[in-house]
């Protein structure tokens, strides 16, 4: 197995309720004025925002609001809320949301220190302090709860860059299965897709790491297995505490043990679909993207695929995997094409060039253009 | 999946040559003085002796050394150790060896705060301040460099028992696998053992942990398999590397998620053996009391057993895992019975009643003491 460092401080509090605890963790921790990060408002229908009002109260938070964060969250966005951040000498952050505002938060945290928040994401300048940031997760998919990693659109530039740092670790985070129970089955099999994607970053990079692998598989058949079962049932509880643990679990490091960082390639080339579409969903963007670039893959080295087509879906072959995972997509009513998608050929140039502006595209392969444009004719 | 709280603060660096790191990780951190917690000088031989003083000379980290921790640690020495870390004005602890080394550094670290060290496992006094702790281990087995917690036996009351907190949890651990391979086999089937052992302490306290008990599967194949691989070549680094990572994941949190905190009446009753009988290993006394507790279990409630044999040894009933589990640890050269580890029949009413002075055995059954008596026969 390759060397690592694993380290991963945030702390998780997981099950139905535990938000009533969040304003005496926050007392305790010596916090007492905060800033609430939000999207557009469904954290009043699924109860999360009345559940955290009540918390605060009870731990004597004082507590502004910004709300507004979307999906595929911009860095305008992030910079107006350092912005308020500034002005009202805000001592920790509290996310209440999904990825996006959970990202957009740690572009918060950071940014209240930096001359530019877009600076930290371009490398200009080095993330050196950041804000506690503590959040409510009201959708499994990103991991961002349970990791020190933010992605933000700079709609200007069109570029979806990241950023990662150990200060940007929840203090804690979260996750109550219950405030999942009304979500519409795409945005369910979004994020499953999303966390599936994320182990399959790592899954290929290496197969030494044994251990790392075995637990991968694990994971891999788990979110099938509890999606499948949301698909039936919605408010099935138990499905959506298992997903939504696996989910953090793909992107807590764990998945990663020993898989040398991953490969990323088909997150880079997504974040460009996205970035040209907004409406794109990360997650759906990714259910195309990834089995195209095993197929792609796998004509090269069928070897290193075969493990995956074995130990997730039970076939002997790797095209039979990757059949088997777009059927799965497509009974989930998921895109499986970039024309599903509504990506037109047309597109496809600038998509491209998009792209290439990313210095280095893949680990386990490195892409070139031309190689990328072969790949996106496979996924079209 | 039931409510719970993950939280595990421990950075690891894991890989061959890691140690070099570790005086400069010290310094860093703005320790200057440290206290080197070792055992009978095996770290001499497998080379982590000399990598640390180099590494921490270069770190200009001053030290003194404490050896002669042993197997089944007793609180003497960890007394001993806490006046000497009291008179040195230690300001930090580096233990270097494995479970026992580690586990003593722990009782250690707090120790030099309690009134007396014992309290802290009594009960009588909480812990409320602990020395910052780093590791670096030689023997994985029982996942002490990735948790909190601590097993010291009391020689004088012959009592083995317990402390956990979160001021325990090193700040760093050292995994090279590297180290561990000149260890005789049998040392190593024992922390297999070990880690297997506390994996299934967890596994049968709830079916409800869908991707928790997939990922137990997954590592107790890994463990098996991985031991195997050293039976046969014990300098296969690979297998040395994979089967550390998953000793150390079978007892950091990961393994317990969603499992109410697991049984561990298997673990209190190996405690009552190698109390009275220090020379036998843990390890070796829990691969005989596991499969009976197994057995004695499964006839009151198959179904709960059913999914170990199929999953981890791919049989369809649980006396055929429980069989397919004895085959493997006689494979291993380990003992299936009280009698290969040396009990005689005359002293397992001395057992009883040492087991007995623990306030309760087991969570998924409580054991009354006329049935610890007829699991000691089945193990006998």
Known sequence: MEAFTFYNPTRISFGVGKIKDLGMELNKAGIKRILLIAGGGSIKQNGAYKQVLDSLGKGGIEFREVWGVQ????LAKAQEIVSIAKENQTEALLAVGGGSVIDTAKAVAAGVYAADTWNLFTGTEKIEKALPLYTVLTLSATGSEMNGNAVITNSETRQKWGIGSELLYPRLSIIDPALQGSL??????????????????????????????????????????????????????LARGNLAWSATLALNGI????????????????????????????????????????????????????????????EENVSR???????????????????????????????????????RIGAVSKFTASEIESLLMLAY
């Open 71 to 74: 999906a595929n969250p911009t």
């Open 184 to 237: 519409p089955f795409k945005q369910t099999a979004n994020g499953a897709i999303d966390a599936m994607a994320h182990i399959l970053e790592y899954y290929f990079a290496d197969d030494k790491a044994i251990s790392t692998l075995a637990i991968n598989d694990a994971l891999l058949r788990t979110i099938v297995e509890m999606a499948d079962r949301l698909k039936t049932n919605p408010s099935d509880l």
């Open 255 to 314: 998945s990663g043990v020993g898989l040398k960082g991953g490969d990323w390639a088909c997150h880079l080339i997504e974040h460009a679909f996205s970035a040209l579409h907004p409406n794109i969903a990360h997650g759906e963007g990714l259910g195309v993207i990834i089995p195209a670039w095993i197929e792609y893959m796998s004509e090269k080295e069928p070897a290193r695929f075969l493990r995956w087509a074995k130990n997730v879906w039970g």
């Open 321 to 359: 995997g990757v059949h088997r995972f777009r059927d799965k997509l497509e009974a989930w009513g998921m895109a499986t094409s970039l024309r599903d998608l509504g990506i037109k050929e047309k597109d496809l140039p600038e998509i491209l060039s998009l792209i290439m502006t990313t210095p």
